[in-house]
């Protein structure tokens, strides 16, 4: 439960005791409603939605609206805490799961069966040597029909802040060592795709890159976008 611990101390420390959001908190129409429009097509409409890591449930509750049963799990009990008092919906429940916890993700797909995922900056902060045993755990979930959309940090994201951005050296020195010290090295790079999801066992139907929106704003009102890949994966060949 190591996961868990380390999140809920932030989701304590910063939504509980400081009040504040996280960056990423963001309108969920901004955020699970741009990957929306690329994973619609592809999720079967019938099956249920797993929002994995879904922090504070702003996007497992824009998605009530699309599937019939929306489940938003987080390895934080605080932040599932959080997301259960703010969305209280028929179709929509959230629980504590750590999504690097084989019984309990067996559980989960004993308990609703096959599952559609959706993951929005969760798998960069697994750590390197348990990705393999990560990766199991969602083939588990997503049981023969459902399908895996993620949309994750890049692995140039150090770089990305340290050099390229120029407008990100406008930010207060604080948030600019957020970027560059406190992000983990090992974003998903599309290259490395094939490797942690691999044939036949899995299916890769689309990646591209894109951006994790933040509530940063540069002094010039330009919000920082987090460089981000994509991938919208599924069982079998
Ligand atoms: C960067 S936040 C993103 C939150 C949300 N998906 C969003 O985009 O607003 C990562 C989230 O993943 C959760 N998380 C990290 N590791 C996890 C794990 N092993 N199982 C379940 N949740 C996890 C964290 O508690 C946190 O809420």
Redesign the pocket.
């Known amino acids: 439960m190591k996961?868990?611990q380390?999140?809920?101390a932030?989701?304590e420390k910063t939504y509980v005791k400081e009040a504040r959001k996280?960056l990423?908190?963001?309108p969920a129409a901004l955020?699970?409603g741009k990957d929306l429009e690329i994973f619609q097509s592809y999720f079967h409409p019938e099956l249920p939605v797993l929002?994995?890591?879904?922090?504070?449930g702003?996007?497992a509750h824009y998605l009530s609206a699309y599937y019939p049963r929306v489940i938003g799990?987080?390895?934080?009990p605080t932040?599932v805490a959080l997301a259960a008092a703010e969305h209280t919906l028929a179709n929509l429940e959230f629980q504590t799961?750590?999504?690097?916890?084989p019984e309990a993700c067996a559980a989960l797909h004993q308990k609703y069966g096959d599952m559609n995922l959706y993951?929005?900056?969760?798998m960069h902060?697994?750590d390197a040597a348990e990705q393999a045993r990560?990766v199991a755990n969602l083939s588990l979930l997503m049981g023969e029909r459902g399908r895996l959309y993620f949309i994750e940090v890049a692995d140039n994201i150090r770089s990305y802040f340290a050099e390229a951005t120029h407008g990100f050296h406008e930010l207060p020195k604080a948030v600019q060592e957020v970027f560059v010290s406190n992000l983990p090295p090992h974003g998903i790079n599309l290259e490395h795709l094939p490797r942690l999801f691999p044939a036949p066992g899995f299916n890769i139907l689309a990646s591209g890159e894109g951006h994790?929106l933040t509530n940063l704003t540069l002094p010039r009102g330009e919000a920082v976008r987090i460089p981000a890949v994509y991938a919208l994966i599924a069982k079998g060949a």
């Open positions: 996961y868990g380390y999140w809920d932030f989701y996280a990423w908190d963001v955020s699970v929002d994995i890591g879904c922090g504070t702003e996007q799990v987080d390895a934080a932040a799961l750590d999504a690097a916890d993951m929005r900056g969760v902060q697994v990560f994790l």
